[in-house]
C-alpha cells in the first residue's frame, strides 16, 4: 500500500483541509504515515496569509527535493492558499512538485497524484467551486470522533480587508447548506465528539442556501436595537438561526464554538442566541485588528473602534462571565505610535484574555499594496512585543483570578507530559492528574495553580484525584513529525 504524509501550515481552516486530505487518501488506498522521509506522496498544505509559512513551503519543497533526488518515485503535491495563490508558477519555480492543488479540488488529488505517477508533467488544479460549491465532510466510525472537531459551514470572502489575501486565495463566499452542517454534526455525535467548532473565513456571515432555518429571535432588528439608526443590513445574517438550529438537534453536543466571525455580523439576534444558549461556551475570538479608527479605516474594516466595543460589550452585558479574545496587526503601513497607542488602550479597555498579534507584512494582489509599507521592521517589532507583553499581563491577571474556583473541564487527553489537558468554558488549557482515563469527559476541577497561558487544576472527585506534580514526566525529545507552522 503506497504511503503519504500530510504538512500543514497555517490556520485551522487548514488543518480541517488537512484532515479531509487525510480521508481522500485513505479512501483511494494510501496508507498514512507520520514519517515524511519514508512517504510515497507528501503532502504539502500551506498558507500564504502571513510571508514566513510562505518562506517555510520553498525551504520544505528544498527539504524533499534531495530526498527525491535519492528516491524519484517520491511524489511532492502542493496543497492549500499559496497552491490556489500561485497555481502554475509554483512548478516552474520548483519544480521537484508534482502536484499543486487548491482547497477546493481536495477530491481530485488521487487522480492527479496517479497522473504524475504515470510520467505526466506536474499537475496543476486550482479551481474554485463558484457553481456548485461542495464541502467536504467527516465521517468518523463509532467511537473513533476526536473529543473537540471542526465543521465547516462556509468558505471564501466577500469582506475586502486591504491586508489580506483571503479572498483571492479562497475566493467568494459559499455557504453550505443547514441540513447538511445539522447532519454531520450529528453523525460526529454519535461518533464520541464533544466540542464543534463551527469553521468559515467570516463564520457569521452565514445564509442558508436551502432556507431551512427558523427566522432568530431578534433577527432583523439589526443594530438600531442598541439606538444606532444606520446600521447596514446586510450585517444581519441567519449565523444566529444556525446555532439555534444545532442545539435544538443535537442537543448532546457539550459546547458549540466558532471562527472566525467578523464583528458587524454580532447583532442582536446573535448576542440573544448567546444570552439563551448553554451550548454556547463563554468565550468568544472576535477579530478587532487595530484599536484605531484611521486604521481601521485604511484596513477596510467596515467598523469603527466605537461600533467593535459597543458590539462586544452588549455581548459581555447579556452573558455575564465572557471572555474574549482577539486578532490585531502591528505596523500597518501608516501606523503612528499614537495609533498603536489606541490599540494598547484598546486592549485594556475591553480586557482581552488572549491576543493573536501579529506584523503587518504585504501579501500579493493586496489592495494594501497600494500603501507605502512604512513602518520599520524595527517599529514593528517593538510594537508587537509591547502588544504582547500587554495582553500577557491581562491574561495573568485574568488567569489569576481563577484560582480557587472550581472549573468544568472537557477533557481532550493526555499531553507530552504525562498529565490530561483539556479546556474550560473560556478556553482556559487546564492540566492536571487523573487516576484512570477522563478523555472526553466534561470533569469538574479545582485550579490550584496560574501559569502563564494556562491552569494546573485538581480533579473535584478526590477518588479519582491524582497530583498533577506527581504524574508530569519529562518532555521527550523531539522528533521528526508533521508540523502545524503558523
Ligand atoms: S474578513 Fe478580512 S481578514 Fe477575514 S478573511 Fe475576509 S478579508 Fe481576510
Known amino acids: 500500500m503506497p504511503s503519504f504524509s500530510v504538512v500543514t501550515f497555517g490556520c485551522q481552516m487548514n488543518v480541517h483541509d488537512s484532515e479531509r486530505i487525510e480521508e481522500v487518501l485513505q479512501r483511494a488506498g494510501y496508507g ?13 498544505n500551506t ?27 517520491l511524489l511532492i503535491a502542493v496543497a492549500g492558499c499559496v497552491a490556489q495563490q500561485e497555481g502554475e508558477r509554483l512548478t516552474k519555480s520548483m519544480p521537484q ?33 463558484h457553481d456548485r460549491p461542495t ?16 465543521v465547516t459551514t462556509m468558505k471564501g470572502c466577500d469582506e475586502r480587508c486591504t491586508f489580506c489575501v483571503v479572498p483571492y486565495t479562497r475566493g467568494s463566499e459559499r455557504y453550505r447548506p443547514s441540513s447538511e452542517i445539522l447532519a454531520e ?9 464533544k466540542e464543534i467548532t463551527l469553521l468559515g473565513q467570516t463564520v457569521d456571515s452565514y445564509r442558508d442556501p436551502e432556507r431551512a432555518l427558523p427566522a432568530a429571535p431578534l433577527a432583523g432588528e439589526g443594530v438600531s436595537r442598541w439606538g444606532r439608526r444606520n446600521a447596514n443590513p446586510d450585517d444581519e445574517t441567519e449565523f444566529p438561526a444556525l446555532l439555534r438550529a444545532i442545539a435544538d438537534r443535537v442537543p448532546q453536543l457539550l459546547r458549540l464554538r466558532y471562527t472566525s466571525p467578523h464583528p458587524r455580523h454580532l447583532t442582536p439576534a446573535l448576542v440573544e442566541a448567546h444570552k439563551d444558549l448553554k451550548v454556547l461556551p463563554r468565550h468568544v475570538h472576535m477579530p478587532v485588528q487595530s484599536g484605531s479608527d484611521e486604521v481601521l479605516k485604511r484596513m477596510g474594516r467596515r467598523y469603527t473602534r466605537a461600533e467593535y466595543v459597543e ?8 452573558v455575564p462571565g465572557l471572555t474574549l479574545s482577539t486578532d490585531i496587526i502591528v505596523g500597518f503601513p501608516g501606523e503612528t505610535e499614537e495609533q498603536f497607542q489606541q490599540t494598547l488602550g484598546l486592549l485594556e479597555q ?3 484574555v488572549g491576543v493573536f498579534g501579529f506584523k503587518y507584512s504585504q501579501r500579493p494582489f493586496t489592495p494594501a499594496l497600494k500603501l507605502a509599507d512604512d513602518v520599520s521592521e524595527a517599529d514593528k517589532s517593538d510594537r508587537l512585543t509591547r502588544l504582547l507583553d500587554a495582553a500577557e499581563t491581562i491574561r495573568g491577571r485574568h488567569l489569576a483570578t481563577l484560582v480557587g474556583t472550581t472549573q468544568a473541564v472537557l477533557v481532550e487527553g493526555r499531553s507530552k507530559t504525562g498529565a490530561f489537558t ?15 482515563d477522563p478523555t472526553g469527559e466534561l470533569v469538574p476541577l479545582v485550579v490550584r495553580r496560574a501559569l502563564k497561558h494556562s491552569l494546573i487544576g485538581d480533579m473535584a472527585d478526590e477518588r479519582r484525584r491524582r497530583d498533577y506534580d506527581a504524574v508530569v514526566e519529562p518532555r521527550p525529545a523531539p522528533r521528526s513529525l508533521p508540523v502545524v507552522a503558523g
Open 32 to 44: 498514512r504515515t507520520e514519517e515524511v522521509k519514508g512517504a510515497d506522496v507528501v503532502v504539502l
Open 47 to 73: 498558507c500564504s496569509v502571513r510571508e514566513k509559512a510562505e518562506q517555510k513551503l520553498r525551504s520544505e519543497v528544498g527539504r524533499l527535493g534531495v530526498l527525491k533526488r535519492s528516491r524519484p518515485e
Open 97 to 129: 512538485i508534482d502536484v499543486v492543488i487548491g482547497p477546493d479540488n481536495i477530491p481530485q488529488l488521487p487522480e492527479l497524484l496517479a497522473s504524475a505517477q504515470h510520467g505526466s508533467p506536474a499537475q496543476v488544479r486550482t479551481v474554485f467551486d
Open 135 to 150: 464541502f467536504l465532510a467527516a465521517s468518523p466510525e463509532p467511537g473513533q470522533g476526536n473529543v473537540s472537531t471542526f
Open 185 to 193: 454534526i450529528e453523525r460526529l455525535v454519535a461518533a464520541g465528539t
Open 311 to 318: 458590539r462586544v460589550s452588549m455581548l459581555v452585558q447579556s
Open 350 to 352: 475591553i480586557g482581552f
Open 422 to 436: 483539556g479546556r474550560t468554558e473560556r478556553n482556559e488549557i487546564t492540566h492536571f492528574g487523573c487516576s484512570d
